[in-house]
């Protein structure tokens, strides 16, 4: 279940772990469909950036084509939340009892296999995956400030000028905010960081990212932050954490 976009930039790939909100046909969440629009479902705008920011580098990218309802990509196989029974106080009921191995299968192993083989044939020095988190939780959340979040577990090495970059744009940017890469950060742990790969997950805030406008001009400060990632990564001496 993905959606693969080639491109000439060796150096570089993407991944949207949560770039739809389709439910696949034969399973039933038993939710209302317009929560399917929410960002429990999808995150919001990611998709799009992703497709964006791919054209401009010219970078291949991965992309998921299944709801984070349905089976969560960004989360390990044997995570609770893998298949989410509630998300933001929403209740998904269909998924009380779904065939925790039949989903893996069908989904989240074919998903997996595509980003390693991917990573084996090119190598790339440096993986990005592209998020997006709304600005408050309905469900007990306090508002999220920043603008953009860089998310990284113990391989810094992206993360750390990635954060300065951004900053120094004038961006209000959260260090692992607004969660911790050191607590959820399966894709990049996998296929990044397990690999010697440095990598980052961004996060933009949902609101920025929901028309064209924003798209593109997120497009363009992600393009920046990337080729000056390059930079960085390719001066010698580079710590790793």
């Not at 950036?49 to 054209?55: D, H, P, S």
């Not at 401009?56 to 893998?82: C, N």
């Amino acid at each position: 279940m993905t959606e693969i976009i080639q491109g000439r930039a060796g150096d570089v790939l993407l991944l949207c772990d949560h770039a739809s909100n389709a439910v696949p046909p034969g399973i039933e969440l038993g939710i209302a469909p317009e929560l399917l629009d929410l960002h429990i479902a999808v995150d919001l705008g990611a998709g799009p950036l992703t497709r964006g920011l791919a054209a401009a580098l010219d970078a291949p990218a991965i992309l998921a084509t299944v709801s984070r309802l349905a089976i969560d990509l960004h989360r390990e196989s044997d995570h609770a939340g893998l298949i989410p029974h509630r998300s933001d106080g929403h209740a998904i009921p269909g998924n009380r009892n779904a065939d925790r191995q039949d989903r893996i299968a069908r989904f989240h192993a074919p998903y997996h296999r595509t980003i390693r083989d991917r990573v084996r044939a090119q190598r790339p020095a440096l993986v990005l995956s592209i998020h997006s988190f709304t600005p408050c939780l309905e469900q007990g959340g306090t508002d999220r400030p920043w603008e953009v979040g860089i998310l990284y577990n113990r391989d810094a090495r992206a993360a750390l000028p990635a954060i300065a970059w951004l900053r120094g744009q004038g961006l209000i940017t959260g260090d692992n905010e607004p969660y911790s890469g050191r607590m959820l950060n399966a894709t990049l742990n996998r296929h990044a960081e397990g690999q010697g790969i440095p990598s980052i997950a961004i996060e933009v805030r949902n609101d920025l990212i929901r028309d064209k406008r924003g798209i593109e001009r997120w497009t363009c400060t992600l393009e920046g932050l990337t080729n000056s990632l390059r930079n960085s990564l390719a001066r010698k001496g580079a710590p790793a954490t």
